[in-house]
T-cell receptor, first 112, second 112 residues
Framework: DAGVTQSPTHLIKTRGQQVTLRCSPK?????VSWYQQALGQGPQFIFQ???????QRGNFPDRFSGHQFPNYSSELNVNALLLGDSALYLC???????????FGEGSRLTVL | QKEVEQDPGPLSVPEGAIVSLNCTYS??????FMWYRQYSRKGPELLMY????GNKEDGRFTAQVDKSSKYISLFIRDSQPSDSATYLC????????????FGQGTRLTINP
């Protein structure tokens, strides 16, 4: 049983560019959440998708957007990249109830 | 003031020692409490998941929640070098919403 898979694992962008990160949830999970983890910090909640709609959003600007597809996979898009967007972006999946979140290995974004 | 406070360490102990990791929080609405382990450059791995106050034991790990004091703990018995990692506490208050609020993480090293 594959867990949460994310791609790409590493990428380098320059300021002002746009990036798309992808996530496939664990089998049987229908809810996908995205988190940003800066170096030496705990993950920060970006948003959560359920039934192809954004259900909750954290304190992140509109430059951060997402999408969930009918097969429950998800994308995170970040526009107009800033140096401060450099971080590990984590995808987590769950079945939508008050249960456990399972995280992927993350996509490490470096903005130069 | 952060919603969740966690001493970042680093914490270094000899193999076989009992390790105590702690978090305090300010939001009385938190009801679900989790501990994640994160190895370097990996995604967080769920260790313990508890609801409301009380203790939960799983092998060498024990999680304690004291909602009256807004204080949670993770104890690791017979610590092993493989336990060396960053430990993140996380919590959420709304059933099903699963917007986790994380602590900063404590970096733990177990010395052989």
């Amino acid at each position: 049983d594959a867990g949460v898979t994310q791609s790409p694992t590493h990428l380098i962008k320059t300021r002002g560019q746009q990036v798309t990160l992808r996530c496939s949830p664990k089998s049987g999970h229908d809810t996908v959440s995205w988190y940003q983890q800066a170096l030496g910090q705990g993950p920060q909640f970006i948003f959560q998708y359920y039934e192809e709609e954004e259900r909750q959003r954290g304190n992140f600007p509109d430059r951060f957007s997402g999408h969930q597809f009918p097969n429950y996979s998800s994308e995170l898009n970040v526009n107009a990249l800033l140096l401060g967007d450099s971080a590990l972006y984590l995808c987590a999946s769950s079945w939508g109830g008050p249960g456990e979140l399972f995280f992927g290995e993350g996509s490490r974004l470096t903005v130069l | 003031q952060k919603e969740v406070e966690q001493d970042p360490g680093p914490l270094s102990v000899p193999e076989g020692a009992i390790v105590s990791l702690n978090c305090t929080y300010s939001n009385s609405a938190f009801q679900y409490f989790m501990w994640y382990r994160q190895y370097s450059r990996k995604g967080p791995e769920l260790l313990m998941y508890t609801y409301s106050s009380g203790n939960k034991e799983d092998g060498r790990f024990t999680a304690q929640v004291d909602k009256s004091s807004k204080y949670i703990s993770l104890f690791i018995r017979d610590s092993q070098p493989s336990d060396s990692a960053t430990y993140l506490c996380a919590m959420t208050g709304i059933q099903g919403a699963q917007k986790l609020v994380f602590g900063q993480g404590t970096r733990l090293t177990i010395n052989p």
